[in-house]
């Protein structure tokens, strides 16, 4: 089945081609910066408690936004830094680096934010993001079980997940 962007669940997920591909932690968020999902699997060090990374963390993609839209030079209108937009509203960003990490991003039409953080020699993991966020569909999503706005506490979803971040490690 097809869900977003192209790739399909089945028969197999996309590779990515770079060598160094080690995942360190993900994150999902809901539109409104509840934190659904955490998952970590290479993190060297631990600094904040999980509130208070989620909320950083939230609060890095909101600026993110923020700033990329303001410097859009295809819009001609430019509202208040911090002012929401819709997905797929405006300008966005993918992916950056710095010398210790690459963060990838991904949001889906109705608000749901993935946040891959991997060593910074990773290449592009867009196609790996619309594949999680078909196992996401597939497991939580579908899932009569799932409230959304709640934690995700799908094993299935978590093991696929799992196993395929260690694929591409």
């Not at 859009?72 to 300008?91: H, I, M």
């Not at 993991?125 to 078909?134: S, V």
């Amino acid at each position: 089945m097809q869900f977003f962007g192209g790739s399909e669940i089945s028969p197999s997920p996309p590779i990515p081609t770079t060598t160094g591909n080690n995942a360190h932690m993900m994150y999902v968020f809901n539109r409104n910066g509840v934190c659904l999902l955490y998952r970590e699997w290479n993190r060297p060090l631990h600094t904040l408690n999980p509130q208070q990374d989620h909320k950083l963390m939230f609060g890095l993609l909101f600026s993110l936004k923020s700033l990329t839209s303001k410097m859009d030079p295809t819009s001609p209108e430019k509202e208040n830094l911090g002012v929401p937009q819709l997905p797929g509203q405006g300008c966005s960003f993918h992916s950056f680096r710095t010398n210790t990490y690459k963060l990838s991003f991904m949001e889906t039409p109705s608000g749901i934010k993935f946040i891959l953080v991997t060593n910074p020699r990773t290449g592009d993991l867009r196609e790996t993001l619309k594949y999680i966020y078909n196992l996401y569909v597939e497991y939580v999503a579908k899932n009569p079980l799932y409230t959304p706005g709640t934690p995700i506490r799908c094993e299935l979803f978590n093991t696929s997940l799992d196993q395929y971040v260690r694929s591409i490690a």
